[in-house]
C-alpha cells in the first residue's frame, strides 16, 4: 500500500487553500543545518536566475525551436539532487535546464547550446530539449513525452546488471504520467526490483489541461499500486521535504527494494514553454503560489529568521549568481555557430 504523505486535494480548491492543506499535513518539518540552507538556496537562485536571463534572450530572438521554462519548480530538483550520491544517474524531460544546473554541468555550456552555438553542451545542435552529460550521468533532456521513463528504467537495469549501488532518478511531469510506455516500465521495475526512482512532476497543468481534466485518478503517486510499487506525495515547494522523501525513496532502491514514485507537488510560474500564454489558469492563482509558496523565499525566510546569515551575506550570493549567469549569456552569445559540415556527425547510422 502506498504511503500517504498529503491528503488528496479537490479539484475545485484553489490554489491557496492546496498550499495550506499540504503544508498542515506536513507538520513534523524536516530540519536543514545552516550548510544544506545555504546549499540550496544558492542552487536554486542560480537556476531562477538563469532561466529568467534564458526567458529574456528567447524574446530577443537569440534563443530558436522550443524553451521550457522551470522556474517555480526549483525546489524538486535540488532536492532530489541533495539525497543522491555520485553516479546516481539523472534523466527528465525537454524542461531540463534546471537538472543540468543543479549536477554541475557548466552553466555556459548550457547557455551556448540554448544558442544554437558550437560550444553549447551538444555542439549546438541539440537546443534547448537535447543536452547530455555522461561526465555528470545526466541523460537528457529527452523530447518525446514519457520517452525518459522507459530510457531511465533501462538505466537502472544497466546498473543491477553490472552489481552498482547507483540509482536511477527519472523525472517526468503529470502529463507524462499518462503515456503507456510509463506503466511498461513500472512492471519491468518491478518485476526486477530495479534501482530506480520515478518522481513526477506535478505542476498541475502539463501542456495546457488541469490534471483533474485530464485524469482519472489524479492522485498519482498511487500509480504504481497495481504493480505493488510503494509512492508518497510530497510538497515539492520546500525543499526540506524534498530531500527527505528523496532520501528515503533512494535509500529503498539502492537496497534492493526496487522502484519508488515520489509525486512532487509543484508548481511552474511560466506557460508550458515560452510560446503558451498560459490562459488556462488565472493571474490570482500565479500571484497567490509566488507569494505564499515560492521555495526560493521560504528558504531566504528561514535563514534569516534563525540568523543563519544576514541580508548583505545573501546579496552577496545573489550577486555571485547574477555573475555566473552573465557570464554564460555572454560565454553563448560570443561563441561561433557550428560548422555545417557538423550536420553529419554524430549521427549513428545502423544497418538492417
Known sequence: MAKKAVKKIPAKNSAKNRARKTQSANSNEPRFSKEEELYAYREMLLIRRFEEKAGQMYGMGLIGGFCHLYIGQEAVVTG????????????????DHGHMLVVGIDPKAVMAELTGRRDGLSKGKGGSMHMFSKEK??????????????????????????????????????????????????????????????IIENNRYAMGTSLERGSAQTELYRRGESFGIKGEQVDGMDVRFVKDAAARAIEHARSGKGPYILEMMTYRYRG?????????????????????????????????????????????????????????????????LPDASELYTDVVLSEL
Open 80 to 95: 532530489v539532487h541533495m539525497a543522491s550520491k555520485e553516479g546516481d544517474q539523472s534523466i527528465t524531460s525537454y524542461r
Open 137 to 198: 550521468y545526466f541523460y537528457g533532456g529527452n523530447g518525446i513525452v514519457g520517452a525518459q521513463v522507459s530510457l531511465g528504467t533501462g538505466l537502472a537495469f544497466a546498473n543491477k546488471y553490472r552489481g552498482t549501488d547507483d540509482v536511477a532518478l527519472v523525472y517526468f511531469g503529470d502529463g507524462a504520467a499518462n503515456q503507456g510506455q510509463v506503466y511498461e516500465s513500472f512492471n519491468m521495475a518491478k518485476l526486477w526490483d530495479l534501482p530506480v526512482v520515478y
Open 272 to 336: 508550458h514553454s515560452m510560446s503558451d500564454p498560459a490562459k488556462y489558469r488565472s493571474r490570482e492563482e500565479v500571484t497567490t503560489m509566488r507569494a505564499e509558496r515560492d521555495p526560493i523565499e521560504q528558504v531566504k525566510r528561514r535563514i534569516l529568521a534563525n540568523k543563519l546569515a544576514n541580508e548583505d551575506e545573501l546579496k552577496q550570493i545573489e550577486k555571485e549568481v547574477r555573475a555566473i549567469v552573465v557570464e554564460a549569456a555572454d560565454f553563448a552569445t560570443k561563441s561561433e
